[in-house]
Structures are given as C-alpha cells and as structure tokens.
C-alpha cells in the first residue's frame, strides 16, 4: 500500500488532500492540533509550532510505517498579520518553525522510508514569488519553501523520488478569510483578481496535488495553481 503523510490535514487544503488520496487507496497519516473529520485518516495530535515536536512525531512515525513508496505533503502553515515595522522575533521563530523547520524534520526522518516512486509535495503559495503588505512572517516563510523545493530536487538526484512546490493562489479556506477578518466584500474583491472572478475551491488544489505526486517528470517544479491573476 501506499502511504501519504500530511501535516494540516484537518480542514482547507489538507483535508481535501487527505480525503482525495484516501479515496485513490493510499493509507493517510496526519500530524495536526484537531482531528479530520473522516476516520479513514490516522490522525495524531501535535503542535507543529512545539520545539520538541522532532521526538514526537519521529517516533509515532518510527512505531506505524515501514520503508514503502510514500508521498509527503508539507501543508500546515502559520499565517500573522504583521509587517517589517513590527514583527515580534518570537512570533517570527514560531512561523518559521511551521512553516519551514519542521517540514525539514519530516523530510530527513522519512527520506530513509521512502523506496523509488515516492515524492515530497511542498505548500507555497502567490506569495511564494512576490509579496503583499501585511504578511510579513508569511511572505518570507512562502519564499523559504521554495527555496527548499528547489534543494531538495538537488540534493535527491538519483533516489527516485521527486519533490514539487505547489502554489495556490486565493482559495477559499479559513486561513484566508481569518487573514481578512472574515470581510466578504474583501473576499469578492480578492476573487475579482483571478481571471475567472472567484476563489479556488481547496479540491482544486488537492487534485494539483495528487497530480504532482503521480508524475516524476514533475521534479524542481514550481506549479501556479491559481486560476490564472489578473497582473496590474
């Protein structure tokens, strides 16, 4: 059997992975604070922001999965509203060590399980490659991802397992509307700047996703998948 590993897969992006990848017959195991709500997905509780998460999360994955072709998906990610002016260091750390430090654990325990045909799918994001007003922490943390990508096609030449980087554009997810005090004339207003006038559906990126992890000749690769924006 096939195994993914997914961090966030409670809701937004990551469920919708987990439950597209559930359904293709892949065994799904899930490192997040809450549960998803499908009990096919092996869930463990954790604090992805814990600086002693490394122990934790090794050793569960240690005890419930042997070398096979595994799938890993770095989802979870910290989002503040903060800027250059008044970033907190310690809140800076804790998005960091979401959004780059401990895919980075992930990557180097589960590198060893992973036999040919296995793929690491990192979460970027718009502003992966550019930057918005407001999201500091985010920007800079989204443009570390792909620098990671990048270095981990590098660095795995030869294994045959092959890595992308997805970058969603605005998807409708409780990251997003939380970012923007839940304000829908907000929301219409950022869907107005795709081309098709709407935010992407999470099922949209999770199906980019499983996509990716089929097919190695998508190695290095950063994939927009954001319905095409409207440049001013």
């Known amino acids: ?36 709500p499908d009990d096919r997905i092996e869930s463990y509780a954790v604090d992805l922001s814990d600086p002693e998460i490394e122990s934790r999360i090794t050793a569960l994955l240690d005890e419930h999965l042997e070398p096979e072709e595994i799938c890993l998906v770095h989802n979870s990610a910290t989002m503040l509203n903060d ?3 008044n970033a907190d260091a310690e809140e800076f750390v804790e998005v960091l060590r979401v959004n780059v430090v401990t895919p ?20 970027g994001s718009t502003l992966s490659e550019k930057a918005v007003t407001n999201a500091f922490s985010y920007v800079t943390s989204k443009h570390a991802v792909v620098g990671m990508m990048r270095a981990t096609c590098q660095d795995l030449s030869g294994t045959g397992i092959h890595t ?5 554009g605005f998807t409708d997810t409780e990251m997003l509307r939380t970012h923007v005090g839940d304000d829908e004339d ?25 996509y990716a992890a ?14 095409g924006q409207i440049e001013s």
Request: hydrophobic share 45%.
């Open 104 to 123: 980075q654990i992930l990557n180097r325990f589960l590198i060893k399980k992973m036999k040919t045909g296995s793929s690491i799918i990192y979460l």
């Open 214 to 227: 089929q097919n190695p000749v998508i190695n290095g690769a950063v994939i927009h998948a954001n319905l």
């Open 1 to 36: 059997m096939k195994t993914l590993v997914i961090t966030g897969a409670s809701k937004g992006i990551g469920f919708a992975t987990a439950t597209q990848f559930c359904d293709a017959g892949y065994r799904v195991i899930n490192f997040s604070r809450s549960t998803p």
């Open 186 to 210: 907000v929301l219409k207003s950022i869907a107005s700047l795709s081309t098709f006038g709407r935010l992407i559906d999470p099922d949209e990126i999770a199906m980019t996703i499983y």
């Open 164 to 168: 992308s980087c997805i970058c969603p």
């Open 83 to 85: 800027t250059v002016r």
